[in-house]
C-alpha cells in the first residue's frame, strides 16, 4: 500500500533563517506531488505540484521553492524566513491513473 | 473564476442528530469533487470522489452526493468520534492539475 511521509513534524524557525521541508512517498511511481499551505480559517493553498523530476510549477509567488531530486521526494525550500510563512504545510499525492489526492502528517511551521 | 464555498462554517449535533453539510461550486467543467475529514493537527483524510450529477457514495454514516451545482455529506446519526473538519474540494477538466478547496465545516458532535 502507499504511505506518505513529511518531516520535521513541527519547527520553529527564526526570520530570515534558510527551510527545508522534506516529503516522500512509496508504494508508487511516478506520482504527482504537490505542496500545500494552510493557515486558520482558510481552505488549502496551492504552492506547488510537480509531474516529473526536475518539473515543478508555482501558484503563488513568493520566497518559496520547491525541487523534487528523485521520483518520489519533493522539498520545500527558503533561503529566508518571513513571519507570514507560518502555517500547517502538506504534502499531497496522486496517483496518475486516478483524481483522487493524498495528504501526509503535515509539518506545523512556526516563524518567530 | 472556480469556487467552492461550505456551509455552515461550524455545525454542533447531539449524538444520533443527523445532518448536512453542503458544498457549491463554480467550475468551468468538473472532472472530480471531493470529500475529506481532517483532524486537527493531522493532514487531511480523503473519504469520497463524485463524478457526475446524480452520483451517490457511501462509508459507514457518511453518504456524499452530486448535483451539478452543489454536493452533500449527509451524516446519518453521528458519534462523537464523526467530529472533525470536513473539506470539499473540486478539480476542473481544464486540463490543468489544481485543485480547488473550500475552507470546510467544523462539526462537532455532543454525547
Known amino acids: 500500500s502507499q504511505t506518505i511521509h513529511q518531516w520535521p513534524a513541527t519547527l520553529v524557525q527564526p526570520v530570515g533563517s534558510p527551510l527545508s521541508l522534506e516529503c516522500t512517498v512509496e508504494?508508487?511511481?511516478?506520482?504527482?506531488l504537490y505542496w500545500y499551505r494552510q493557515a486558520a480559517g482558510r481552505g488549502l493553498q496551492l504552492l506547488f505540484y510537480?509531474?516529473?523530476?526536475?518539473?515543478i510549477s508555482s501558484e503563488v509567488p513568493q520566497n518559496l521553492s520547491a525541487s523534487r531530486p528523485q521520483d518520489r521526494q519533493f522539498i520545500l525550500s527558503s533561503k529566508k524566513l518571513l513571519l507570514s510563512d507560518s502555517g500547517f504545510y502538506l504534502c499531497?499525492?496522486?496517483?496518475?491513473?486516478?483524481?483522487?489526492?493524498?495528504f501526509g502528517p503535515g509539518t506545523r511551521l512556526t516563524v518567530t | 473564476e472556480d469556487q467552492v464555498t461550505q456551509s455552515p462554517e461550524a455545525l454542533r449535533l447531539q449524538e444520533g442528530e443527523s445532518s448536512s453539510l453542503n458544498c457549491s461550486y463554480t467550475v468551468s467543467g468538473l472532472r472530480g469533487l471531493f470529500w475529506y475529514r481532517q483532524d486537527p493537527g493531522k493532514g487531511p483524510e480523503f473519504l469520497f470522489t463524485l463524478y457526475s450529477a446524480g452520483e451517490e457514495k457511501e462509508k459507514e454514516r457518511l453518504k456524499a452526493t452530486l448535483t451539478k451545482k452543489e454536493s452533500f455529506l449527509h451524516i446519518t446519526a453521528p458519534k462523537p468520534e464523526d467530529s472533525a473538519t470536513y473539506l470539499c474540494a473540486v478539480q476542473a477538466s481544464s486540463g490543468t492539475y489544481k485543485y480547488i478547496f473550500g475552507t470546510g465545516t467544523r462539526l462537532k458532535v455532543l454525547a
Open positions: 510537480s509531474v516529473g523530476i526536475g518539473q
Open positions: 499531497a499525492w496522486r496517483d496518475r491513473g486516478r483524481y483522487e489526492q493524498y
Open positions: 508504494g508508487t511511481s511516478n506520482p504527482n
